[in-house]
């Protein structure tokens, strides 16, 4: 079974815990099977934060072009 945990502002959020009532495992698309990962659901402050960040980096991403973009998520 594997942990997982969002990624804020490049650090992990909140450590996750397999005991936690707010997880959830993830699914393939195509085949409904259940996989072993468990993910914890982000609290409304890793929210929050994650928005913030978001904000302050939108025009920044904004400036940039379609290539410099597509290279990125490469």
Request: contains cysteine.
């Amino acid at each position: 079974m594997t942990l997982g945990r969002s990624i804020i502002g490049g650090t992990p959020a909140n450590a996750p815990s397999k005991d936690s009532m707010f997880s959830f495992h993830s699914v393939n698309p195509a085949t409904g099977e259940e996989l072993p990962e468990i993910f914890q659901c982000a609290t409304s402050e890793d929210v929050e934060q994650a928005c913030a960040i978001a904000a302050s980096a939108a025009s920044a991403y904004a400036a940039t072009t379609p290539l410099a973009r597509a290279t990125f998520l490469e």
